[in-house]
């Protein structure tokens, strides 16, 4: 299992910017995936973007296409999710999370997560 700690959280004006970073500590030499989820209050963790360990293939979800990017430094074992053109529905909680079975947009193919952190986007 790897241990997960996110960061880059904060309050930002729409249209602003943010980067958050997932550290990654432990086993990576079999991890299959990382991913970003949000939560937003009242409402089901979502999928927002994933990207495969071996290749660094990506993937998002819809209504983030073309202002998010998720990227990897091995190197410093970090997951990135640079966020463009933000809006006030991008506000949530972002977890990143860790699979080492399946590429998967399900929550509950992730077997790892980190603590959160809090993106608010102020109109």
């Known amino acids: 299992q790897v241990q997960l700690e996110e960061s880059g959280g904060g309050l930002v004006q729409a249209g602003g910017s943010l980067r958050l970073s997932c550290a990654v500590s432990?086993?990576?030499?079999?991890?299959?995936?990382m991913a970003w989820f949000r939560q937003a209050p009242g409402k089901e963790r979502e999928f927002v973007s994933r990207?495969?360990?071996?290749?660094?293939?990506?993937s998002y979800e819809d209504s983030v296409k073309g202002r998010f990017t998720i990227s990897k430094d091995n190197a410093k074992r970090t997951v990135y999710l640079q966020m463009n053109s933000l809006k006030p529905e991008d506000t949530a909680v972002y977890y990143c999370?860790?699979?080492?079975?399946?590429?998967?947009?399900?929550?509950?193919?992730?077997?790892?997560w980190g603590q959160g952190t809090q993106v608010t986007v102020s109109s």
């Open positions: 990207i495969r360990w071996s290749d660094s293939s990506t």
């Open positions: 999370a860790a699979s080492y079975m399946t590429w998967s947009t399900e929550a509950n193919s992730y077997t790892s």
């Open positions: 432990g086993r990576t030499f079999s991890l299959y995936a």
